[in-house]
Every structure is written in structure tokens, then in C-alpha cells.
């Protein structure tokens, strides 16, 4: 349970919205030419499933990796729990956990050793790490491989080791850069259901996601992002809208509903003339 959450005010738009676990404002990215992120407000909710969408290119993996601390703006601030991430970044990685897009690991380890390094990083005590590594990895359906190295993991593997190992410090917010990709639908269901049991406890997920129905089917909270503004951030029934599903929703939302091939493709298909 997050201890501490900063002030009363509502998330953007959303009303009756719990307090905010990440405040974003006025946050900025160029590279070169290229304006990643061009000046964003976000409110996220604490104890809430967010999601964070929007088209290939649409400056979400940048937001996060500025969110997180991995990355620094050009302009603006970012609140973690009422911590600044950029000038009390100590504060507000104790209260963060990360997987990160392409997620580099420790390859020579072996998923326990993994763990037992980042337990000991985060400065918790050995055999709280040995408790909490064994339990995330039985959960995770990893205590089969726990002895194996990582470079011998498969994807969907290397994520849930990379889960357990942003879990392991009980964070107070959770940031998962496409947890899903390359994972099959049963390692989606295991990892789904670690992270709705801790969001239960008060805890916030933040994680972006291509996936329109994985969105709508776990997130309460989504933002939707473009060409490096948000679009629309609210509750998923605000968002939505009067649209039939999220999908439609989001296609409205960035411009390409309808977007069809024209001719531009009539060589394509039909075999060789
Ligand atoms: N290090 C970089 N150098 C130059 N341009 C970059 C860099 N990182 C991102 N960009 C550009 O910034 C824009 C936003 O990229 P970003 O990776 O944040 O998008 P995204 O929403 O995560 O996309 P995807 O869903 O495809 O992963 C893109 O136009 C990208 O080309």
C-alpha cells in the first residue's frame, strides 16, 4: 500500500478519480528535428490498472523512459508520489519498479541469481530476497528454470523474470513498457493475474500497450497518446466514449479510422500474372 500519494486533486477530466500516483506537466523531448513529446499533462491515478496507447512512434516509450528516470527532458516535471523524479531521484526509485522496452538482462545469471542481485541492489536483506525470489518465481511459473541462465530464457520468460525482478521491492508504482509482447496466452493470464493482485493492494500499474482489448479488458484508467500529445485521459467508459469498443475509440482518436490501401497496392495478392 502506497504510503504516500500527492494531495486530493482529481486526474484530468476524470471525476471522483483517486488521488495521483504519477503528475506530469508540461513534459518535452526532441531529437533533432523529431519533437518525441511535445509538451504533456498526465495525471495517473493511485491503485489503478493505467494504460498508456497510442500508434507506433506516438512518444510512449520516450514518456516512460523520462517518467522513469531513464531519460531527461528537455522541459517539465514528473512527480512520483509527490517526489520530483529528477531531483530526488533516490526517493523516487526506492517507490518505482521497471520493465523496460527491450529489456537488458544479466544474461550469465541464472533467474534466482538475478534476482537475489536486484534484492540486494534495492538493499533488502538476504533471506527476505530468498523468500520473496522463490514466491515470485513459483508464482511466475519459473521455479522449473530459476537455476537456468537467462540468456537461455525464452521471451516470454524474459519478461516474467524481468517482472519479478521490478516486483521484488514491493514498489508503489509499477511502470511495464509492452509487458505482453511475445508472451503467450498463458504466461499473459499468470502475469495478468500477479499484477491485479497488486493493484488490489493499492498499488499502481502503468504500462503501454498496442492491444486494444488487453487495454478495455484490464486498465481503468487509459491515456491516449499521438504525435507526442495525449489525445484524450480519463476513465475507460470516458475515453470510450459513445464509440462500440476502445478500438474505435482510439481510431477516432488519432485520425486513422477508415485509412484504406486505395490502389496503392494493386500488385499485391492474386499470385503471379
Ligand atoms: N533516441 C532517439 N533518437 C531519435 N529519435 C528518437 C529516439 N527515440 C525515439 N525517437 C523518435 O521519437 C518518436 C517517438 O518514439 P517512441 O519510441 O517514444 O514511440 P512509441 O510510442 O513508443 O512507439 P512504438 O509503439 O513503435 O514503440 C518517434 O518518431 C521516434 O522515431
Known sequence: MPEETAG??????ARNAPPAAVRIEGLWKRFGEQIAVGGIDLELPAGKFVGLVGPNGAGKTTTLSMVTGL????????????????????????????????????????????????????????????????????????????HKLVVDYSTGMRKKIGLAAALLHNPQVLFLDEPFEGVDPVSAQTIRGVLERYTLSGATVVFSSHVMELVESLCDWVAVMAGGRIRAQGTLAEVRGDAPSLQNAFLELVGANGRDTGESLDWLGGGAG
Open 8 to 13: 486530493p486533486e482529481q486526474a484530468g477530466g
Open 71 to 146: 531519460l531527461r527532458p528537455d522541459a517539465g516535471t514528473v512527480l512520483v508520489g509527490g517526489h520530483d523524479v529528477w531531483r530526488d531521484p533516490v526517493a523516487v526509485k526506492a517507490r518505482i519498479g521497471v520493465l523496460p522496452e527491450g529489456l537488458r538482462l544479466f544474461e550469465r545469471l541464472s533467474g534466482r541469481e538475478l534476482l537475489a542481485y536486484s534484492g540486494r541492489l534495492r538493499g533488502l536483506p538476504g533471506d527476505e530476497v530468498d523468500k520473496r525470489a522463490t514466491q515470485l518465481l513459483d508464482v511466475l511459473d519459473l521455479a522449473g528454470a530459476q
